[in-house]
């Protein structure tokens, strides 16, 4: 008897080992088929394979090839936006300038004012500058603006606040040659001051070197005006 239950047993045993080397042997079999896909393709399943790898690659080239646009595309807004800043920074400094609100240097002449002088022509002097084609004006060390007032009474001038003693100096910033000719020429502010301020004189002198003027100690914000858009 136990002879008869060995057999079953052993008979069990052997039907498991050769369903495992069976089950090797299957696996290994579709390893070497797996190695080999390529090679059990046809020639048409090739070719539409390699047309596929060859779109892919044409999409992307074409994705580098926007990139590389955008990339430029970048760079030329940074560069001009470099430089428009470059301009506005220009064009500000030379409002700045104009205005009077820096420090401008620059040729031009001087005028020493001396003896007694009315407001009135010590204003027809800096108006004769500026239609010459002075750039920058100061009374001394007062930068002349559009707001600049000369008052009093000769022998006694005051430029916003600051008393003008005998003599001052007119400084403008602008071509010699021409302010000079403007001033001088027959019939000109020169000739009509001596005939109205007989006891005054304004000696002109041409500067070719570069004179400072002052900033305006002013402060330039209206009191009732506001900026519109």
Do not use: C
Not at 142 to 147: E, F, N, P
């Amino acid at each position: 008897m136990t002879h008869a239950l060995r057999a079953p047993r052993s008979q069990l045993s052997l039907a498991i080992v050769a369903a495992i080397l069976g089950l090797l042997v299957y696996v290994q079999l579709r390893g070497q088929a797996g190695g080999s896909v390529l090679q059990s393709k046809s020639a048409q399943d090739l070719t539409s394979l390699v047309a596929s790898l060859n779109d892919q690659n044409d999409d992307l080239r074409a994705e580098v090839s926007n990139l590389e646009r955008q990339r430029d595309e970048l760079r030329a807004d940074r560069a001009s936006g470099a430089t428009s800043l470059g301009q506005i920074q220009t064009d500000l400094a030379r409002l700045r300038a104009w205005s009077g609100l820096d420090p401008v240097a620059g040729k031009g002449v001087e005028l020493t004012v001396t003896g007694e002088i009315d407001a009135a022509s010590v204003d027809d002097l800096i108006n004769e500058l500026r239609n010459g084609g002075a750039e920058a004006i100061a009374i001394d060390d007062i930068r002349a603006i559009s707001r600049t007032t000369v008052s009093g009474v000769p022998g006694s001038l005051d430029v916003d606040g600051y008393l003008l003693r005998d003599p001052f100096r007119i400084r403008a910033i602008g071509p010699p040659e021409v302010l000079v000719g403007s001033l001088t020429r027959v019939g000109g502010i020169i000739a009509r001051l001596g005939a109205t301020n007989p006891t005054a004189t304004v000696a002109i002198e041409p500067i070719d070197k570069l004179m400072t003027l002052p900033a305006t100690t002013r402060d330039l914000v209206p009191d009732h005006a506001e900026a519109r858009p």
